[in-house]
């Protein structure tokens, strides 16, 4: 099965600063890699998603890029805004017999402060 | 997160009692997807169905665990004789095709429910 990591549990920029959140993953590379916010007592809420044959996506202040030899994403939200204060996740979901099944990172915790 | 269904958002329940677990999928969505998050944890698959079919259940406990998404109603996640270790937030997401789907440029992410938080005493 795959394991995701993502790096630094939390993250404190402040606002009109990039935001930077890192995913990792073993094993095989996933033919979609997504990404998600969750809000407290909420669940999460798509946001991205890109494909292996992509190195990069942009969706207004959102940028995702792949890299299937370093086996990373990286999540790039630009002058951040303290309504992006969020735990954000990393997905990749399996192939062949566990498609449809997602295996999620642990996700970071960001805080925008003004 | 409108559009898929949980119900109750809260479920209080006694050890050893049963616990009932609903889910709406969005319409047009016949896949639905059951997730656990334990606290301090990241969300982790347990069930996947199809209308009338489980068609991935390895991520679920052998015992006590069951899922069912009937041709007709809510998807139902049902946890017989809970444990203390069966506290946790329970969320159910749908899609219309199975998984991401792969056709084309036109891919479907799973769309997720505010989940249900469940408690035992």
């Known amino acids: 099965s795959q394991k995701i990591e993502q790096n630094s549990e939390a993250l404190n920029i402040q606002e009109g600063k990039t935001a930077t959140l890192t995913c990792n993953y073993t094993?095989?590379?996933?033919?979609?890699l997504q990404w998600y916010r969750q809000d407290p007592g909420r669940g999460p809420v798509f946001l991205l998603l890109i494909r292996e044959n992509e190195k990069e996506k942009r969706k207004e202040r959102l940028k995702v890029t792949f890299d299937t030899t370093l086996k990373q994403s990286l999540f790039h939200i630009t002058a951040s805004q303290p309504a992006d204060s969020a735990t954000y996740l990393c997905a990749l979901e399996g192939r062949g017999s566990t498609l449809g099944r997602l295996y999620f990172g642990r996700g970071t915790q960001l805080t925008v402060w003004p | 997160n409108a559009g898929v269904m949980q119900n109750p958002r809260h479920l209080v329940r006694r050890r050893g009692q049963e616990a009932r677990l609903r889910c709406s999928p969005m319409k047009g969505h016949s896949h639905v997807y059951w997730y656990r998050q334990l606290p301090e944890e990241g969300l982790k698959f347990m069930v996947y169905?199809?209308?009338?079919?489980?068609?991935?259940e390895s991520g679920m406990p052998k015992e006590r665990f069951s899922a069912e998404f009937p041709k007709e109603g809510p998807s139902i996640l049902r946890i017989q004789q809970v444990v203390r270790g069966d506290s946790a937030a329970y969320f159910c997401a749908s899609s219309p095709l199975p998984g991401t789907g792969g056709r084309g440029k036109y891919n479907q992410p799973q769309h997720f429910g505010d989940g249900t938080r469940l408690s035992i005493l």
């Open positions: 169905l199809q209308k009338e079919n489980i068609i991935d």
């Open positions: 094993n095989y590379s996933p033919a979609y």
